[in-house]
């Protein structure tokens, strides 16, 4: 049973804050946490999402994959902030077609029934999104290293001077 308070961070999460290796609750090298093995590229989306979903998937599969935040065992959380990003768009696309206020059967104005499916669906989408560290807060002490680019084997031979006793250009 988890102890009331802060939330502890995993391990990847604490190595992107950088600093001290240890924290007080649950150091970053705390053996104990499982390390799920990375996929050995972007996971595709599951079949069961929508299309506005998997639009959603791939967008944010290509930020958190390329820097160690998305691995196996993440994909059904990834896919449950997928859902409730689609339902949110549709709940949002209802509001504009209709307005925050419909008319109720006795006539009297009403708050519309998206607009209670948004905001649930907005809360959800905000839990997914500190877990992935997708929210300027949850990401704010993550120092994320620049991905080195690919060594250009032809580039580096000729800036060495290339080969001896042949024309330069």
């Known amino acids: 049973m988890s102890k009331p308070g802060v939330k502890p961070l995993p391990s990847k999460v604490k190595e992107l804050k950088g600093g001290k290796k240890t924290y007080r609750r649950g150091g970053a090298g705390k053996k104990t946490e499982p390390q799920p093995a990375k996929s050995s590229g972007p996971p595709s989306a599951p079949r069961y999402l929508d299309k506005v979903a998997k639009k959603e998937w791939r967008r944010i599969v290509k930020e958190l994959y390329p820097i160690g935040l998305l691995t196996k065992v993440d994909i059904v959380a990834l896919a449950g902030y997928c859902v409730c990003y689609s339902t949110?768009?549709?709940?949002?696309?209802?509001?504009?077609?209709?307005?925050?206020?419909?008319?109720?059967?006795?006539?009297?104005?009403?708050?519309?029934?998206?607009?209670?499916?948004?905001?649930?669906?907005?809360?959800?989408?905000?839990?997914?999104?500190?877990?992935?560290?997708?929210?300027?807060?949850?990401?704010?002490g993550l120092d994320v290293k620049p991905k080195e680019k690919e060594k250009d084997p032809l580039a580096e031979f000729m800036a060495k001077g290339g080969i001896k006793g042949v024309n330069k250009r």
């Open 88 to 140: 949110w768009i549709e709940a949002q696309g209802q509001i504009e077609k209709h307005g925050v206020l419909i008319k109720a059967p006795n006539g009297f104005p009403m708050q519309s029934p998206y607009l209670s499916i948004a905001n649930k669906a907005m809360q959800e989408m905000r839990k997914w999104l500190v877990e992935f560290g997708m929210t300027p807060s949850s990401r704010s």
